[in-house]
């Protein structure tokens, strides 16, 4: 059983960063995509940045140029460098791994909040 654990998650003031961890209890090297998905009060859970194995990551409009996704093979993580943070980036994040025949795993979520 695939078992992903987030981390880094909190409150943080306009214009501070964060990142976001999530590690795999198995090796990343066979997942398809993986990505961030957040979930703000109220609203459907939308795409944040995903990146495919082999290939760029994939940003949403409203966080490029702030965002960073990453991952790292040998810690079997992903991570998501949040920068000039802003109070619409309130939310909570989740991870998501994806095998190639569709199977998928999605962390536990953890609140990002921004506020002054």
């Known amino acids: 059983q695939v078992q992903l654990v987030e981390s880094g998650g909190g409150l943080v003031q306009p214009g501070g960063s964060l990142r976001l961890s999530c590690a795999a209890s198995?090796?990343?090297?066979?997942?398809?995509?993986m990505g961030w998905y957040r979930q703000a009060p109220g609203k459907q859970r939308e795409l944040v940045a995903t990146v495919p194995r082999g290939g760029s990551p994939n940003y949403a409009d409203s966080v490029k140029g702030r965002f960073t996704i990453s991952r790292d093979y040998a810690k079997k993580s992903v991570y998501l460098q949040m920068n000039s943070l802003k109070p619409e980036d309130t939310a909570v994040y989740y991870c998501?791994?994806?095998?190639?025949?569709?199977?998928?795993?999605w962390g536990q979520g953890t609140q990002v909040t921004v506020s002054s």
């Open positions: 998501n791994f994806r095998y190639p025949w569709s199977q998928e795993y």
């Open positions: 198995v090796s990343i090297l066979s997942f398809n995509t």
